[in-house]
């Protein structure tokens, strides 16, 4: 687990994902011997929040939240994390995954399988454009009237009409994971394979995360924020 009197600096060089949560935080590079307590001081971060989601990315398994929790996270710092994490997902992420197929597609126009490979990718990346657009552009401004009423517009929405909308967008992953290990032959590309499945590995597991901040800390604060609204 990684605590708040860790160093920055060594526990980047084990685990080099926290890099990711740093940048989510917008927070430069250049860490020194800072510890994350000195680090979430200086930058006015959260520290339970980050902590929380760097914990995430290196054993979610050993995360839990609590209804106690929950009620002390920064909101405003959540909705940032997600917001970096779509730009990150539509601005890099999938436009690599879908170059790397694009490449060997270009190189062989009858190459089947790699056409196959090319439209699951084009639909997924599609799918998750337009989950990710609705959460922008409905979701998380209605969240931010919530939590500034006095600055923004109470938006017509409520946290339920998203926990319906909330597609799991990990499922066609592991069917394209269960393509590429199954049943792509043996004499397809075995370097665009192994590229692949790493990036779909690295994927699927930053959008797991995701999801979970938005199932576990996000939607339960708009509720409870729902609940105190309707109590005024």
């Known amino acids: 687990m990684i605590t708040e009197n860790m160093k920055i ?8 994902q926290i890099l990711m949560v740093l940048e ?20 006015n971060i959260d ?14 398994k050993d995360v839990s939240i609590s209804p106690s ?19 990150y997902f539509l601005d890099e992420k999938i436009p690599r995954l879908k170059a790397l197929i694009d490449e060997k597609t270009e190189k062989s126009q009858n190459d ?32 931010e009237s919530l939590l500034h009423p006095k600055s923004q517009t ?22 394209l994971k269960n393509l590429l290990i199954k049943h792509i032959p043996t004499d397809y590309d075995s370097v665009v394979r192994r590229q692949m499945l790493f990036e779909l590995h690295d994927l699927e597991h930053d959008i797991g995360i995701h999801d ?3 199932n576990n800390l996000l939607i339960p604060f708009v509720e409870r924020l729902e609940m105190e609204s309707n109590e005024d």
């Open 9 to 16: 600096f060594n526990t980047v060089f084990k685990n080099p």
């Open 24 to 43: 989510r935080f917008d927070v430069p590079m250049g860490f020194g011997e800072k510890t994350f307590k000195e680090m979430c001081s200086e930058q």
């Open 47 to 60: 520290e339970y929040l980050f902590l929380t989601i760097a914990n995430l990315y290196c054993c979610k």
């Open 69 to 87: 929790d929950i009620e002390k996270i920064n909101a405003d710092q959540v909705l940032q994390f997600l917001k970096n994490s779509h730009t």
């Open 112 to 143: 089947k399988y790699s056409l196959i490979i090319n439209k699951f990718i084009n639909d997924y990346a599609t799918e998750v454009y337009e989950h990710m657009h609705y959460e922008d552009a409905i979701v998380f401004p209605y969240v």
């Open 154 to 175: 109470l938006q017509k929405y409520n946290i339920e009409k998203f926990k319906k909308h909330h597609s799991n967008i990990e499922d066609k992953l592991t069917d």
């Open 212 to 214: 979970f901040v938005e």
